[in-house]
């Protein structure tokens, strides 16, 4: 049973940032692609970034440079550094997990699991 637990969200002013972690359990972690994506009620879901097994990263392009994902297997925790935030980064995020092809359109719409998300809004 995977379980992924999200925390860090919060409010923030416009130019600052926010660090949100999740945690895993329940699965071979290290084998599998992780990563985070977002969405705003009334809108599509927006892969935000995604790591693979090897440490690989991909970013949306509307958050490159001002997001940084990462993980640590000894943890079994994934961490997205937000920086220079802008109000269009107000959203739910999730964090989530695939098997297989690591690609943002992926985690987003094809996970095998996700957490139940935190909020960031950004003013």
């Known amino acids: 049973h995977v379980q992924l637990v999200e925390s860090g969200g919060g409010s923030v002013q416009a130019g600052g940032s926010l660090r949100l972690s999740c945690a895993a359990s329940g699965y071979t972690y290290s084998f599998y692609c992780m990563g985070w994506f977002r969405q705003v009620p009334g809108k599509e879901r927006e892969g935000v970034a995604v790591i693979d097994s090897d440490g690989r990263t991909i970013y949306a392009e509307s958050v490159k440079g001002r997001f940084t994902i990462s993980k640590d297997n000894a943890k079994n925790t994934l961490a997205l550094e937000m920086n220079s935030l802008k109000p269009e980064d107000t959203a739910m995020y999730y964090c989530?997990?695939?098997?297989?092809?690591?690609?943002?359109?992926?985690?987003?719409?094809?996970?095998?699991?996700r957490g139940q998300g935190t909020q960031v809004t950004v003013s």
């Open positions: 989530a997990t695939k098997r297989d092809a690591c690609g943002l359109w992926s985690l987003a719409y094809r996970p095998v699991a």
